[in-house]
């Protein structure tokens, strides 16, 4: 039995060791391949707030023209839904009330309330003179106001460093305005024969802001330059000035043949042209500026026919297409002389998005430094625009933009019927000087 047993336990032991190895002959289990993970998106940049300062006179005596400049920047900016990369516009809109000390004080509360990180616009050189002392404090970038006066250069010259910050000025200087005046006038419909004034005498009526008293003293340089005399002195008016029956009156005493205004607000200037007509003075009048805002022609009447100005007309299908949706957007009339403030605006735009592809983010350094390397030095154009063929700035003009053919040219227009007409430069004309 023993015997038995222990053969059985001999021949379960070699079962096992048999087992054993067979097993340990079977090749290694190949490992289980590793399963490929997707790539993780790489997160969305988290939205940033940036906001940007529009100055204008959205309350006054001017609001109809504040009304315009939003209406231009919302035109622009809905078309790229308030948003540039991660940033979301968001507009800050610092109403001047077309007073210097009013327009610094709001300007202030911009920067320091709502922290605007840059500026866009402006209507008065008086007001604009004075928020630049507000950009070059908080050094805040300051785009395309729309002033004319040559103070603005003269201040910016006298320190680009420190008033680098008002360097891209939205309209030139009255005595390149001029020029046109110069040669449409003077030099063409007196020399054709289709302007026989009486005599050599003009007079001015100029609003008494450091825009009236630029434009005004840049067209006494130019008549008095061709020969021409100045009677009744020059006249500077209060900016809400409405009754200019006095004044006339001792202008008409003094027989002059040409009438310059220079008024930037509607009811004024537009009383200003109607009362001119009442008195009987019989003069070929400039009233510069009158087409700033579409509605002045509801407030001369037929009193705005004739007049001479210098301002952009809608003469491209592109320009009446534009305006038609103006007015179906918000209800009135955009005005030809200012609808350049669209222009502008898609320009903002472009620096805008410029700057971001550039430096990664929006803030008032950046947006400064990409204005100082490519609006300043001519290298970024804006060539896209209704009313321009190229805006271009150059550090021979700063800070105010190159002007003459194939850049920024104000054609010199006359008024029929509300609508202005093109006299001059040749290749804009479409009719020639008519007096009544």
């Known amino acids: 039995m023993k015997t038995r047993l222990t053969a059985l336990f001999s021949l379960l032991l070699v079962f096992a060791l048999l087992a054993g190895c067979a097993q340990a002959t079977q090749p290694p289990a190949e490992p289980a391949a590793p399963v490929a993970e997707e790539p993780a998106a790489p997160a969305a940049p988290e939205e940033q707030i940036l906001r940007i300062g529009v100055a204008g006179p959205f309350t006054g005596p001017n609001a109809r023209v504040g009304e315009e400049i939003k209406g231009h920047v919302a035109m622009a900016f809905d078309a790229i839904g308030w948003k540039i990369g991660n940033y979301k516009i968001e507009p800050v809109w610092i109403d001047d009330e077309s007073d210097p000390e009013k327009g610094v004080r709001a300007y202030s509360e911009a920067v320091l309330r709502s922290n605007i990180q840059a500026g866009f616009y402006g209507y008065h050189s008086s007001v604009t003179i004075a928020q630049m002392e507000i950009t070059a404090e908080n050094k805040i970038p300051h785009f395309f106001n729309q002033n004319e006066s040559g103070v603005i250069v003269e201040k910016y010259k006298s320190d680009p460093v420190k008033y680098g910050y008002h360097g891209w000025k939205g309209k030139p200087a009255p005595q390149r305005l001029f020029v046109g005046l110069q040669q449409a006038l003077f030099e063409n419909a007196i020399e054709k024969g289709l302007w026989s004034p009486a005599n050599t005498n003009y007079s001015v009526i100029c609003e008494d802001t450091d825009y009236g008293r630029d434009t005004c003293k840049a067209f006494i340089e130019l008549a008095d330059a061709k020969g021409w005399t100045l009677v009744g002195g020059e006249n500077y008016t209060p900016i809400a000035e409405t009754d200019y029956y006095p004044l006339l009156n001792k202008i008409k005493a003094q027989d002059p043949s040409l009438m310059f205004i220079s008024i930037s607000v509607p009811a ?64 009135i009339d955009p005005g030809p002389g200012i609808a350049v403030g669209y222009d502008y605006a898609n320009f903002f735009i472009r620096i805008l998005q410029n700057t971001l592809e550039r430096y990664g983010e929006l803030n008032k350094e950046t947006i400064y430094k990409y204005a100082q390397e490519e609006v300043a030095t001519g290298n970024l154009t804006y060539d896209d625009g209704l009313f321009h063929v190229s805006l271009k700035w150059s550090p021979e003009t700063n800070p105010e933009m190159v002007v003459g053919e194939g850049y920024y040219l104000d054609p010199v227009i006359q008024y029929f019927g509300g609508t202005g007409v093109a006299i001059w430069p040749a290749d804009f004309a479409e009719a020639e000087l008519k007096v009544r």
């Open 268 to 331: 004024p200037v537009t009383a200003a042209i109607k009362q001119v007509q009442e008195v009987g003075l019989d003069v070929l009048t400039i009233s510069f500026g009158l087409g700033w805002t579409g509605n002045w022609y509801e407030l001369t009447g037929e009193a705005g026919d004739y007049v001479i100005d210098v301002m952009p007309v809608y003469s491209t299908d592109a320009q009446k297409a534009w305006a038609a949706e103006f007015k179906t957007k918000y209800g």
